[in-house]
């Protein structure tokens, strides 16, 4: 997890676009503009990265219990915002 901030974090989300998927990470332009945006900050704020603990995953572990979800479901119309 990157913070921005104190209290903030960074997400993401895949978003509904009308062309193809690209062929490969290196032709998505959202993920470039994702990877030039942390390449940024990291060069500019690198103590705000730190590695993923045993303690995060167990918020997560807390935060999304009882939550079920398909993972091999196709998304829906109403699964994309933007």
Not at 22 to 32: G, V
Not at 75 to 82: E, N, P, S, W
């Amino acid at each position: 997890m990157f913070t921005a901030e104190e209290g903030s974090a960074l997400s993401s989300r895949p978003v509904k676009t009308a062309s193809p998927q690209p062929d490969s990470d290196e032709d998505d332009p959202t993920l470039a503009a994702w990877r030039t945006f942390l390449e940024k900050c990291m060069r500019e704020q690198p103590e705000s990265i730190r590695p993923f603990t045993a303690a995060d995953f167990a918020g997560l572990d807390e935060l999304l219990e009882g939550v079920e979800a398909d993972l091999d479901a196709p998304l829906g119309d109403d699964d994309y915002h933007g």
